[in-house]
């Protein structure tokens, strides 16, 4: 589609079945202008989700990302996809799709707004002003009612991208995810100090599994950027492909994947290495923006089966680098109530959804003010348990 909107700019909007024909420095910008920019949204993650047959029609995501330009330069974008299945997209809508079906109504295929297999809030309409989100929030309604498709979903978007969809009409899903904050007035010194702030149970219990780990002969490794190397990566990447297979389930992202990121984005990644008498026994992956001083945990594997490793190279690690380098947050990713004993806080994430079949979308809604009514419920109630001692700040 291309097409022009005639107001007080003439904007030219464009899909593009591949992001490479979007001028890279362009949307790299307008990602930064963003206050909630993540480096998934760079052009040269998305990029590498494509040319490495991981988020490719073949596996059911078939780019359609939108471009909004005026006077030759990109005013609005936003990575957009036709997706024929539900997976690797952490906000559920298996139910709605179900219903669809029983009634002999088409749910799939389906527009996507997301980063996928990237449950990350962020940025997701790119836009350089107010008018240019609009304009692209309208221009993925024109696509979906052009093309007779059943629905649209924005996910884990920000308050912007929340506010310009509420205003349209979509309805808004809420989620939990558990985010690590560190002090804003006096960051914390080291893990130790960290960990002091907790209750008694919970710093005894990480206490304890630090030690297992330590007593069975584990060392944990930080390398950062280009001081991973291939054999690293390598190694990560079996023990990524065996984390699937233990769940019975198939690795989402390919080896090319991972070596685009070596190459285009070196920077943005930190792995731990375990070793054990002189071998790589596991290894975790967490990506990091260093502009904004926020880590995420990724991936995490092993070959070998070590009491607490696990805690250890996804969360106690990670967090200690974290303080060490005065990193604000430490994101721990989709779900997990255990990770509250780890000192992470649970935060709401948000998406949007426009459903074009009237009756299904007064259905949908109706479900989602219940459902974000128990959310709301259950984060008062993860509030109420947290881990941190009532006289700590740092929350």
């Known amino acids: 589609m291309t097409r022009k909107r005639t107001s007080s700019n003439d904007y030219v909007i464009q899909l593009h079945a591949d992001p490479s024909s979007i001028d890279a420095a362009q949307w790299n910008q307008l990602l930064a202008d963003q206050?909630?920019?993540?480096?998934?949204?760079?052009?040269?993650?998305?990029?590498?989700?494509?040319?490495?047959?991981?988020?490719?029609?073949?596996?059911?995501?078939?780019?359609?990302?939108?471009?909004?330009?005026?006077?030759?330069?990109?005013?609005?974008?936003?990575?957009?996809?036709?997706?024929?299945?539900?997976?690797?997209?952490?906000?559920?809508?298996?139910?709605?799709?179900?219903?669809?079906?029983?009634?002999?109504?088409?749910?799939?295929?389906?527009?996507?707004?997301?980063?996928?297999?990237?449950?990350?809030?962020?940025?997701?309409?790119?836009?350089?002003?107010?008018?240019?989100?609009?304009?692209?929030?309208?221009?993925?309604?024109?696509?979906?009612?052009?093309?007779?498709?059943?629905?649209?979903?924005?996910?884990?978007?920000?308050?912007?991208?929340?506010?310009?969809?509420?205003?349209?009409g979509w309805m808004l899903r809420r989620t939990v995810q558990f985010h690590w904050s560190n002090r804003s007035s006096a960051p914390f010194a080291d893990f130790a100090e960290f960990t002091a702030g907790l209750t008694r149970d919970k710093r005894k219990k990480i206490a304890q599994e630090r030690r297992r780990v330590r007593d069975a002969g584990v060392e944990v490794h930080a390398l950062i950027g280009a001081g991973i190397s291939v054999a690293d990566w390598d190694f990560f990447y079996r023990c990524y492909t065996l984390t699937y297979r233990a769940h019975h389930s198939t690795p989402y992202l390919t080896r090319a994947f991972f070596h685009h990121m070596a190459r285009d984005m070196p920077g943005n990644w930190l792995m731990f290495v375990a070793w054990r008498d002189g071998r790589r026994i596991a290894t975790s992956l967490v990506a990091l923006d260093p502009v904004r001083g926020i880590a995420y945990g990724r991936y995490w594997g092993s070959v070998e089966a070590v009491p607490c490793l696990h805690f250890e190279a996804c969360y106690y690690a990670p967090l200690e680098w974290c303080i060490r380098h005065r990193y604000t947050r430490f994101e721990g990713g989709a779900q997990g109530e255990h990770k509250m004993a780890r000192g992470l806080l649970p935060t709401e994430t948000w998406s949007a959804h426009w459903l074009a079949h009237p009756g299904f979308a007064d259905a949908v809604a109706n479900f989602l003010d219940r459902e974000g009514a128990g959310i709301e419920a259950y984060v008062d109630e993860l509030r109420e348990r947290s881990p941190f001692r009532a006289t700590d700040d740092s929350t």
């Open 35 to 168: 206050p909630t920019a993540t480096p998934f949204m760079r052009h040269e993650y998305l990029s590498a989700l494509h040319v490495s047959a991981s988020a490719v029609p073949a596996t059911g995501w078939s780019a359609c990302f939108v471009t909004v330009a005026g006077r030759g330069t990109l005013v609005a974008a936003c990575p957009l996809y036709l997706k024929d299945h539900s997976y690797g997209e952490y906000v559920f809508d298996w139910a709605w799709a179900d219903a669809y079906q029983r009634h002999g109504i088409a749910y799939y295929p389906k527009l996507l707004v997301a980063v996928p297999f990237t449950p990350v809030p962020g940025a997701r309409l790119l836009a350089r002003d107010a008018t240019a989100r609009a304009t692209l929030l309208a221009a993925l309604e024109h696509v979906a009612r052009q093309q007779e498709l059943s629905s649209i979903h924005v996910l884990f978007l920000d308050e912007a991208d929340r506010r310009v969809a509420q205003r349209a």
